[in-house]
Nanobody, 125 residues
Framework: QVQLVESGGGLVQAGGSLRLSCAAS????????MGWFRQAPGKERDFVAA????????YYADSVKGRFTLSRDNAKNTVYLQMNSLKPEDTAVYYC??????????????????WGLGTQVTVSS
């Protein structure tokens, strides 16, 4: 059983930056591909970014490409989502997710078995 804890959310002005972290425990971290999703009030949970087990591949939603960078440190059991040039439309609860081994259909929330509780990101205009 993998436990995930997100941190780093907060309130930031448009154009600012935040770095989210997701700390994992309870499993062999390097066996899990990781993803970030976000959910705004009244909307579905949307894919943000995903990274393969050993950082070979990263994938991004078109809406964040060029602004967000996903990385992982397998020695620290942690993934990081660096978010730059934030926009008000980036406001949401951000969730970290894990799935064992593969990263097929990475944009689909139902492909991830483990989820954190989320961290709020609010971008003011």
């Amino acid at each position: 059983q993998v436990q995930l804890v997100e941190s780093g959310g907060g309130l930031v002005q448009a154009g600012g930056s935040l770095r989210l972290s997701c700390a994992a425990s309870g499993g062999t971290f390097s066996n899990y591909a990781m993803g970030w999703f976000r959910q705004a009030p009244g909307k579905e949970r949307d894919f943000v970014a995903a990274i393969s087990r050993i950082t070979t591949y990263t994938y991004y939603a078109d809406s964040v490409k060029g602004r967000f960078t996903l990385s992982r440190d397998n020695a620290k059991n942690t993934v990081y989502l660096q978010m730059n040039s934030l926009k008000p439309e980036d406001t949401a609860v951000y969730y970290c997710a894990a799935r064992y081994w593969s990263l097929g259909e990475y944009e689909k929330p139902n492909q991830y078995a483990y989820w954190g509780l989320g961290t709020q990101v609010t971008v003011s205009s």
